[in-house]
């Protein structure tokens, strides 16, 4: 089979392109290694910013997110007893977010792929792409005991942090950047009103907590716990007297309990590979960079990926113009490493972090204190979790 662009990993980051580049008229396989439910299985952060939202309508995939999502204007930092406010439509210039699960967003990119009759092949076994520095790649992968080869012009590597595209590259040609954070966060979701009609972020001496939600019957609540806790040791009740306990008192008493529905740990870490792209082989989404959950920044980051992939492709096809795909890698870099940054500081701003020394600590409390006497830290907070523009 031959198709102009071969995508490999049908989660938010494949899917949306595919859609996408199918609306232009431009022809796309998705290759999904796992099953489409074992996909929409998978719990993520539920904040997309605005030109993430857009992208989904111009995918004609935003019906059910505009009608059901959220639109925040801002949200909470709780921290020592106090419960303070970051204005996001303020300091952002009228700026929002809105609440809707990935998962959400996901089954809607299926919808729409099956609605234009999309190519997309699920439980696609050993995926591989080969010749990725020729001119003339290809993919082969597996289904049964029949091997299939797609000839392409291009390769897309969607296919998150563990997949196979990254590694396709050879060593020398790539630059790894990663942090590890030493601890996880557990998460739980339960159907439960949410404790409050907006986010909270929370800073405790006992460590990080976040109530978060995916609609006004479904909450989902974190909490910092050490890497070497396992979801086994942490009861439902467990998980809330811990998180009552991480909250100022007057918010605790709002908080609604009941058994949870889905109960994880998450590893924290950050990460960038250099270059994305390598040949004929172009990295989006997880699979060139890995984001703390702090700042749910990690789909909104793919989402700029995609967005400068869908143009670079869209001009190369339609005006023969390379320049998109050929500063590709340096224009998302350019924003990964922003989001990066702010991640980065969100999550240096909330977490306890143990052994670290004293005088730390104080540096952590002092940038607390500066965040909420100075308009100007709010408005580059507000900046930041908007999402910066494409
Ligand atoms: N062959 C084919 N598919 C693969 C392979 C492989 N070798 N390895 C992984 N995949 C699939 C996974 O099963 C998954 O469905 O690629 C998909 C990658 O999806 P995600 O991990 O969701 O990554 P991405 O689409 O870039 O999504 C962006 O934003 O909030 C973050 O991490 C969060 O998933 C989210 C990401
Ligand atoms: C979530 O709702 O799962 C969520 C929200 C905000 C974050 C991280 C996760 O920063």
């Not at 303020?90 to 099956?114: C, F, H, I, P, W």
């Not at 020398?172 to 979701?189: A, I, N, Q, T």
């Not at 082989?281 to 990926?305: Q, Y």
């Amino acid at each position: 089979m031959r198709v102009q662009v071969c995508i490999i990993g049908g989660g938010p980051s494949g899917l949306l392109l595919s859609q996408l580049l199918h609306l232009q008229g431009i022809d796309t396989i998705v290759l999904e290694r796992a099953s489409r439910d074992h996909v929409l299985s998978r719990i993520r952060a539920g904040v997309l910013e605005h030109g993430f939202a857009e992208l989904m309508r111009e995918a004609q995939c935003g019906e059910r997110m505009d009608r059901e999502g959220e639109i925040h204007h801002g949200f909470n930092i709780a921290h020592d007893g106090v419960l303070d406010r970051i204005d996001l439509y303020k300091y952002s210039g009228g700026n929002s977010v809105l609440v809707y699960g990935q998962t959400e967003v996901t089954r809607d990119l299926y919808e729409a792929r099956d609605r234009l009759g999309g190519k997309v092949v699920h439980n696609a076994a050993d995926v591989q792409p080969h010749d990725i520095a020729s001119g003339q790649p290809f993919v082969t992968y597996r289904s049964g005991d029949q091997t299939i080869r797609i000839d392409c012009d291009y390769i897309i590597g969607a296919d998150g942090f563990h997949g196979v595209s990254r590694k396709s590259i050879p060593k020398d040609k790539l630059s790894e950047y990663e942090r590890v954070y030493p601890f996880g966060w557990l998460g739980v979701l339960s159907r439960t009103k949410p404790i409050n009609p907006e986010l909270i972020y929370v800073k405790h001496e006992r460590g990080f907590a976040l109530c978060s939600m995916r609609s006004q019957v479904l909450s989902r609540y974190y909490i910092q716990v050490p890497l070497s806790d396992k979801v086994e040791d942490w009861s439902d009740d467990a998980f809330w007297d811990e998180l009552k306990r991480r909250l100022p008192p007057h918010v605790a008493t709002e908080l609604i309990t009941g058994p949870s529905i889905e109960k994880s740990i998450a590893p924290l870490r950050s990460y960038v590979a250099e270059p994305m792209r390598y040949g004929r082989l172009f990295l989006a989404g997880d699979a060139a960079h890995i984001f703390p959950p702090t700042g749910a920044r990690g789909l909104n980051s793919a989402a700029s990926d995609i967005y400068y992939l869908y143009h670079g492709l869209v001009d190369h096809y339609k005006k023969s113009d390379d320049k998109g795909l050929d500063d590709y890698s340096q224009r998302a870099l350019a924003r990964i490493w922003k989001a990066q940054r702010f991640s980065w500081w969100m999550t240096m701003l909330l977490h306890r972090f143990p052994d670290r020394i004293a005088y730390e600590d104080r540096l952590q409390d002092t940038d607390m204190a500066y965040l909420f006497s100075s308009e100007a830290a709010q408005r580059s907070l507000a900046e930041n979790y908007v999402g910066l523009p494409f």
